[in-house]
């Protein structure tokens, strides 16, 4: 299986009304284009891609601009929300993304001195 990574940086939480969020930029342009598309859980892709951490799931897919371009995070913020507070996710960490199928990730995090949480 394949497992992609995201590294973590003050600006992926919560910070001077941003929303966390996690960057998928090492990866966003090999996901299906069925999951790309709206910009709010009113208007979303015509596909889901289902996030796992443990008995924490969601699924979501990746927004898009008002230009109709993808941007480089998924669009459930509550889920990262509670993902970074499960795991004290901090900047310097590492979100690991673990494709079981290309609509389906498994997460885990790897801590900046090396230690894996999983759920």
Known sequence: MTVYE?????GNFTLE?????????PFYRKLPPDVFG????????PRPVRLEFGALQTSTFVPTDQKGR????????????????????KPGDVVL??????????????????R????
């Open 6 to 10: 995201s590294e973590l940086t003050p």
């Open 17 to 25: 009304g941003k929303r966390p969020h996690i960057y998928i930029t």
């Open 38 to 45: 709206g910009t709010s859980v009113h208007t979303p892709a």
């Open 70 to 89: 993808p941007r480089t995070f998924f669009q459930d913020r509550i889920f990262v929300r509670e993902f970074f507070t499960r795991t004290g996710a």
């Open 97 to 114: 993304f673990e494709e079981i199928t290309p609509y389906h990730f498994r997460l885990s995090l790897k801590t900046a001195a090396g």
């Open 116 to 119: 894996v949480i999983t759920a």
